[in-house]
């Protein structure tokens, strides 16, 4: 085994190589490159942001719907788009054990049945948008479904700060309503969000856009394509490519110079039909009535098929990650999942990036873990009495701790602090033999005996001070 960290002495590296392998090679399980555990604070942070995602869209009269983590790669494919990077490039793709080795021996999943062409969910969408088809959520004439998700994402992008392979996301998709006021609507309760998440909103940047409808796309993305060609000699190979797939997708082209070449192409605000037009217009006027701040960026364009009209992204001036959120609107989706036409607008935000964003701005996502009582005894003879207290307090939804490994009454005291124990149960002979047992402030070390029967009260009158 070599050493970690600094220059390796050459005759210690040799023997090491020649060394007979005395013991068998300690095996060290570890997590998936890109992934984290969640757990502690991190894990509290997480459901924080639940929290205020449950109370928040609530009022907006959003209810939560998990859908399942594996989808089929065609729900993806007609969803995101086949041409989109996270279909092509980003899927993490699955088959069952068995159908895996025939794979392997046919080197080609031509002979699966699309219900065994299976996908981690790389994004919550076109998932819930199935789920919203497959369940009838919007028949005909019904009132919009209005749906929140807080789920996994998986994506096979190369890990780095800010970017997972599989990562969290808080999202929401409102089905079934085509105003303007329900863009406007989702844009206010994603800023209010980043708000209650503790965010500075002079430090964020609200982007928007609108990428026009199924009228006036295919028209711009036409111009846009020949623009691509007329400028072949100054655009990278991906970009070319593009221009036949998905030549919208030039504009947050990695490459630098061809972001440069795309600022004269012709912008989707210019060629908007008329109703798109209004459309954004409405939702700018809306905006305004409610003081929100916004830039317009007429190059912005999401990174998946499904948007039409109305587009947004969020990203923390001095985040230094990226995005922190984006949605927008897509008419076309629930058709395209083989659902009646159903307009549809969303947006998602990812947990890892607002922990980055907001520690970057001074602030933390997470939440003090609740105080408890402690309840510690003198000796192993109150074993029993404590045993007992504890479960009263619990079964009375108390967060009741006690001692497990036969630490002295001061060492108990101590475990309790640490805890962060507002109230320490003391239990021993005297108090046995009196039925009682005695409560001790743990800021004040003051102490008082109560009778047994009220332990519960006692202590939740003292926490509830
Ligand atoms: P997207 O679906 O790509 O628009 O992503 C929505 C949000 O999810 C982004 O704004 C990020 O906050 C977050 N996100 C997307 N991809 C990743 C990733 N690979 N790792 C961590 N967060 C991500």
């Given amino acids: 085994m070599v050493a970690e960290g600094g220059a390796q002495d050459a005759s210690f590296v040799a023997a090491a190589r020649c060394a007979p392998r005395a013991r068998k090679e300690h095996h060290m399980a570890q997590r998936v490159q890109g992934t984290e555990d969640l757990f ?7 459901q924080h942001m639940q929290d205020v995602a449950r109370d928040l869209f609530g009022a907006y009269g959003f209810d939560m719907v ?15 788009g086949e041409s989109t990077d996270v279909v092509r490039k980003e899927m993490f793709r699955i088959v069952s054990g ?19 062409r299976l996908a981690m969910r790389p994004e919550g969408t076109a998932g819930v948008v199935r789920a919203a088809v497959e369940n009838n959520m919007v028949p ?14 998986f994506r096979g992008e190369r890990p780095q700060k800010g970017r997972l392979r599989q990562f969290h996301q808080v999202g929401v998709e409102w089905l079934g309503a085509a105003d303007p006021a329900a863009d406007a609507e989702c844009i206010i309760m994603l800023m209010e969000y980043y708000k209650r998440l503790g965010f500075d909103p002079s430090r964020l940047r609200l982007s928007i856009n609108s990428m026009g409808d199924a009228a006036c796309r295919p028209a711009y993305r036409e111009k846009v394509r020949q623009f691509i060609l007329d400028h ?3 655009m990278c190979e991906d970009c070319l490519e593009r221009a036949e797939i998905n030549p919208l997708r030039s504009f947050d082209c990695k490459n630098d110079h061809c972001r440069e070449v795309m600022r004269d192409a012709p912008l989707a605000k210019d060629n908007l039909c008329d109703d798109c037009a209004e459309h954004y217009a409405q939702v700018k006027r809306y905006l305004d009535a409610a003081g929100v701040s916004y830039v317009e960026d007429p190059t912005l364009v999401r990174g998946l ?3 039409t009209r109305t587009v947004f992204e969020v990203e923390a001036v001095d985040g230094g990650v990226g995005a922190i959120g984006g949605g927008g609107r897509y008419d076309g989706l629930m058709e395209l999942e083989g659902g009646k036409p159903t307009p549809g607008i969303g947006f998602a935000v990812g947990f890892e990036r607002i922990a980055l964003a907001l520690a970057a701005q001074g602030g933390s996502l997470e939440t003090p873990q609740p105080g408890c009582v402690y ?10 009495a404590v045993f007992s207290a504890t479960l009263a307090l619990r079964q009375a939804g108390v967060r009741t701790e006690a001692d497990y490994q036969g630490r002295s009454l001061k060492s108990q005291f101590k475990q309790a602090d640490k805890l962060g124990a507002r109230v320490c149960v003391v239990i021993g002979p005297d108090e046995v033999a009196a039925n009682a047992v005695t409560l001790r402030d743990m800021e004040t070390h003051e102490q008082t005996q109560v009778p047994v029967e009220a332990l519960v009260p006692a202590v939740s009158a003292r926490l509830a001070r």
């Fill in 305 to 307: 098929d499904y948007y």
């Fill in 40 to 46: 502690g604070g991190y894990m509290r942070a997480w």
């Fill in 140 to 153: 005909q004439g019904a009132a919009p479904a209005k749906l929140w998700y807080a789920e996994a994402m």
């Fill in 66 to 80: 998990e859908t399942p983590a594996i989808e089929q790669v065609d729900t993806f494919v007609h969803g995101i």
């Fill in 375 to 384: 309840v510690a005894g003198t000796s192993a003879d109150e074993r029993e």
């Fill in 232 to 234: 072949a000699d100054e």
């Fill in 98 to 116: 068995a159908l895996f080795e025939n794979l392997l021996e046919q080197g080609s999943e031509a002979g699966l049945k699309p219900k065994q």
